[in-house]
């Protein structure tokens, strides 16, 4: 491999790196404070994607209106999966809740092919965000810088919110001890709500940057790309911001280094990450940053 | 005690006959195409049965079912075509030379089906199943993605994505409803037995058990090993009924489907996953209708293909949300429970009357 094929596939690893450290943090953020594989996240990616793809194309609004828009709806529409999928189950055992999760994902999914058709469509990029750079051999878009810089402030304005502020002093609380911090007056549906507004906003922009780095848009577009971020986020240690960064990042890069020494096994690819999973969940399953926390009476 | 025990072995003979019976009129009567839903709906009774024992009985999350039906059907796919199809089939790569030649009756393939399934099941239960909840849900859900990559990598042997055609076909309403009352009966036997117990034991709290002296991760390992095995015998008779396999059926739509019918039925009632399997596979037809192109007072509706499964996840979410024991709970439709209400209208008819 000539180094200018290995320094394109540092860039593309980095990219992927970091749709899947954004992505991964709404799971971990969710299943810190719920314990709850939020299945439905995965598919608030394509929801995002298909509101930015209409919103451009059919009402022609500049791109960046389009995307607010395509961010504040997917948000309401994360919060409103809480309230109504998971809220009036927070005392049933974790089975239903998960029966739930797995509901609301297949539902979106299946909206998302009646109303829109599974056919998947081109997403319009926007000429202002994407444009070729050349440096020496190599040329790549300039995704490959704006992604990452988006998802670096991104990690920096959470992590400060989590710890700076008293609603992610809150947070903290409530996913080290759900009861307790009830007790303590921390209102904890307020707080479930908030987390779910932050999680699903990093979905959202997650998905717009996605569709622009993978310019298509359809229907069951997010389920591989959410998986493998739950996968990053488990990797990670789960319930860690840090962790889920680290994750995806790591994931990103194996991945791509992967595809790029060993072209003969790429088609087993998504093979890879699940491979990565159980192993991780045999050998740490605390996740690389996580604490190993064995289950009382 | 006795006699009672006779009269309800009695009644089931009675209820086997009539079954029979109704299986009989059915083959004769009916038409292939409802014939063949009918074989559809024997083989998600036994998924559903199959998914009950792990999920219902045993309490454990296991999304791989789709995985485990999928080596079950190529299993079965590959043990039964006929060498001269096989090689009109693999035209891409040519298929191994030790499976080429090979040509084996049905009821050996389907049992073949199944002990490899159960293989695969042993195998991926043993790391898999130290995990629980959301975690099993999630390794087991990445197994059976696992295997359908491999699957469609291993070219010379399962012919890749290009899948495979050709399979001798089953009509017979006796092989599939033959098969899915096996079954129950079969599951039955074992929840009723000191191994089901331990199952629902583990199902309701592991600690307690494990503390009774219940081996946790040998029963965990049992239950799942079954599990596999039948859902690998729905997966050839899956490939019986509709003649081809490729790698893109057995996605996790497959399993989510199960599900739909174990959560509907109850979990932990296996009388309860056979009438929801039934229900759901014939809603499954009925519902083609809303994704046909129609007119209501005038409006022509395109067809909106896709609606069918809104509907299954409504479904699934209002049952799991406000009806989450199901249709049967954990009860089962049996003579007790027969009798019993029987008692009960009796009793109910005496005090009206005094």
């Known amino acids: 491999m000539s180094m200018d094929i290995f320094l394109q596939n540092i860039a593309n690893s980095i990219t992927l790196g970091s749709l899947y450290a954004l992505i991964a943090i709404g799971y971990t953020m969710v299943y810190g404070i719920l314990r709850l594989i939020n299945f439905a996240h995965a598919d608030l990616l394509m929801v995002a994607s298909y509101i930015a793809f209409y919103g451009i194309l059919i009402f022609t609004l500049p791109w960046y209106i389009a995307f607010a828009i395509a961010i504040v709806l997917t948000t309401l529409l994360g919060i409103g999966i809480e309230k109504a999928a998971y809220r009036p189950l927070r005392n049933a055992p974790r089975i239903s809740v998960l029966i739930s999760a797995i509901g609301v994902s297949f539902l979106l999914e299946n909206i998302g092919i009646v109303a829109i058709g599974a056919r998947p469509k081109s997403f319009p990029r926007p000429s202002e965000l994407v444009w070729n750079i050349h440096v020496g051999n190599i040329s790549f878009l300039s995704l490959t810088i704006i992604i990452p810089t988006v998802t670096l402030l991104l990690l920096v304005a959470v992590t400060l919110m989590v710890k700076k502020t008293k609603i992610g002093m809150a947070m903290r609380a409530v996913s080290r001890d759900f009861e307790t911090s009830s007790l303590m007056a921390v209102n904890v549906n307020k707080v479930i709500t908030a987390t779910f507004a932050v999680g699903s906003s990093l979905a959202a922009i997650g998905g717009l940057m996605w569709s622009m780095q993978y310019p298509q848009v359809d229907p069951l577009m997010g389920v591989f790309p959410g998986l493998k971020c739950f996968i990053a986020a488990v990797m990670g240690g789960i319930g860690s911001i840090p962790g889920a960064m680290l994750g995806g990042f790591v994931l990103g890069f194996c991945e791509v280094m992967l595809v790029g020494f060993f072209p003969a096994v790429s088609g087993y690819r998504d093979a890879f990450a699940f491979v990565i999973l159980i192993l991780i969940l045999l050998f740490r399953p605390g996740g690389i940053l996580g604490e190993n926390v064995v289950e009382k009476v | ?354």
């Open chain 2, 1 to 354: 005690m006795d006699k009672n025990k006779r009269s309800k072995n009695i009644l089931t003979i009675m209820v086997l006959i009539l079954v029979c019976g109704l299986l009989y009129w059915s083959q004769i009567n009916l038409n292939s195409f409802y014939i063949r839903i009918l074989n559809l709906a024997a083989i998600f009774a036994i998924l559903g049965l199959s998914m009950n024992l792990v999920l219902g009985f045993t309490g454990m999350f296991s999304l791989g079912h789709s995985g485990f039906m999928c080596v079950g059907a190529y299993t079965a796919a590959i043990l039964t075509m006929s060498p001269a199809s096989k090689e009109l089939i693999y035209y891409m790569v040519p298929i191994t030379p030790a499976l080429a030649q090979i040509e084996w009756p049905i009821f050996p393939a389907i049992i073949a089906a199944g002990l490899m399934a159960a293989l695969f099941g042993l195998l991926v239960g043993i790391p898999a199943l130290r995990l629980r909840d959301d975690y099993l849900a999630i390794a087991t859900l990445g197994f059976a993605e696992i295997i359908r990559i491999v699957v469609t990598n291993t070219v010379s042997i399962t012919n890749g994505s290009l899948g495979l055609k050709n399979i001798p076909s089953i009509n017979s309403i006796w092989v599939y409803w033959g098969a899915a009352i096996l079954t129950l009966l079969i599951l039955k036997r074992m929840i009723n037995s000191s191994w089901g117990y331990a199952f629902r034991a583990i199902r309701d709290n592991e600690i307690a058990a494990e503390a009774m002296g219940i081996s946790i991760f040998k029963h965990k390992l049992i239950s799942f090993t079954i599990g596999a095995f039948f859902a690998g015998i729905a997966g050839a008779l899956m490939g019986f009924l509709i003649t081809s396999v490729d790698p893109t059926m057995f996605r996790f739509l497959f399993t989510f489907q199960i599900l739909l019918i174990v959560v509907l039925g109850g979990m932990g009632s296996l009388t309860g996953s056979v009438i929801s399997a039934v229900v759901i596979t014939i809603m499954m037809e009925v519902l083609r209708v809303v994704e046909q192109p129609m007119s209501i007072l005038g409006l022509n509706i395109p067809g909106l293909s896709g609606m069918r499964m809104v509907i299954f996840s409504v479904l699934l979410l209002l049952v799991i949300l406000f009806y989450r024991q199901g249709l049967m709970g954990t009860k089962e439709f049996n003579w007790d429970w027969v009798l019993g209400k029987f008692d009960q209208i009796k009793s109910r008819r005496r005090g009206e009357a005094a």
